[in-house]
């Protein structure tokens, strides 16, 4: 165990050096110092960054060779992870006010400056995937870089990320929705599939292709990636009941609060 917190420590480490490379300059910011110090302050306010490491491990584990072609795409999903909790804590969404033992964005500078912040930093994440493209050293490599874009898009969109948010949200003090079991059981597979494991698979599938895995194992790592976020969201479920407010860094009880529909609020804790 010791090996794998070491090993995963030095990830961490790696995926953080990554990220803070590709972060908007604020000495450049001028006139949009504001939302560029909100961005930075998004991203750099700690967490696992799971989705990096993720990425990463599985570029090596196919071998790959061009990180250049990768460290764009780590930065990136980062920053569309962050963006994605700043507006899940905004007051319309969630209204946590703190989140990795500090305040949200919303509550240090403001509802409309955190709602652009999300914003830029979902924007500058495709700016920079872009930036592969300069390290690809052939057409195979840029069609990967194409082909990473459009998991990318596709994960963090309507039919992704965003579509699960949507259903969570719609799914709400649902109280009927409760009563009819299997509805609710689709509707929170789709949710916990959409909202969490998308983005997770997206992570795996980017690095697997951007290492030359083939389309085979490409679609291996989806799947893998989707049974990772689904037992990801569970323990997360578990956790806003169970846990520490102190060890999490972040208020518990919110999903009772916000009447969510969970895998506790369906099948309780046993």
Not at 158 to 176: N, S
């Amino acid at each position: 165990m010791k090996e794998f917190d070491r090993q995963l420590h030095e990830r961490v480490r790696r995926a953080e050096k990554v990220l803070t490379t590709y972060l908007p300059k604020e000495e450049e910011a001028s006139f949009c110092l504001n939302v560029v110090q909100a961005m930075n302050y998004s991203v750099l306010s700690g967490g696992k960054r799971l989705r990096p490491v993720l990425m990463e491990s599985s570029f090596e584990l196919f071998h790959g060779e061009n990180r250049d072609l990768l460290h764009p795409f780590m930065a990136a999903i980062e920053m569309i992870h962050t963006y994605s909790l700043v507006h899940d804590d905004l007051p319309a969404m969630d209204n946590d006010l703190y989140r990795r033992g500090r305040k949200t964005t919303h509550a240090v500078y403001g509802a409309g400056m955190a709602t652009l912040a999300g914003d830029g930093l979902l924007n500058f994440a495709f700016e920079t995937a872009l930036l592969s493209f300069a390290a690809a050293g052939n057409s195979a490599e840029t069609e990967c870089v194409i082909s990473a874009l459009r998991i990318l898009a596709d994960k963090a969109g309507i039919y992704g990320m965003v579509g699960g948010q949507g259903a969570d949200l719609y799914a709400e003090h649902d109280q009927a929705l409760l009563a009819d079991e299997k509805q609710a059981e689709e509707t929170l597979l789709y949710i916990h599939e959409h909202k969490t494991a998308a983005m997770i698979e997206s992570s795996l599938m980017i690095g697997a292709l951007l290492a030359g895995a083939t389309k085979e194992q490409v679609g291996s790592m989806e799947q893998v990636g989707s049974k990772v976020g689904l037992a990801f969201q569970m323990q997360d479920d578990i956790l806003d009941v169970t846990g520490n407010e102190k060890t999490l860094g972040k208020p518990i009880g919110s999903d009772e609060k916000n009447e969510k529909l969970t895998c506790v609020s369906l099948y309780g804790l046993s």
